[in-house]
């Protein structure tokens, strides 16, 4: 089976709309042939990760929070904050929401690719153009 490999640009694409189209490529949902214990989606590249916008005060007002186990080990991070120190984590932690919880939905989530910028490493693959997100 043959996979194919898409190239989403995310400038001005609004998070969530984003995320759900990727989550979709991802899983295969968007093939005849899917089946839920399988995995028969697609690698995905995200460029301009750091250009995603989001509706609202959401901007100001969306936390992202992380427990490490340890008491006193709650950490909360701004979403201007994340996009600004690491914009490729605010795309990644939207599209594993909407991933299987499951072994599956780890090894969905490794054929994902994001990059806060333009380039990428993945020209060999000829990845194919998505513009309709």
Known sequence: MQ???????AEGKTLGRLATKVATLLRGKNKARFTAHNDVGDFVVVINAAKVKVSGKKAETKVYFHY??????????????????????????AIKGMLPKNRLGARLFTKLKVYPGPDHPHAAQKPIAIEEI
Do not use: D, Q, S
């Not at 080990?73 to 996009?83: I, S």
């Open 68 to 93: 490490t186990g340890y008491p006193g080990g709650a950490t909360y991070v701004n979403y201007k904050e994340l996009l600004g120190k690491k914009p490729e984590a605010v795309i990644e932690h």
């Open 3 to 9: 996979r194919k490999w898409f190239v989403v640009n």
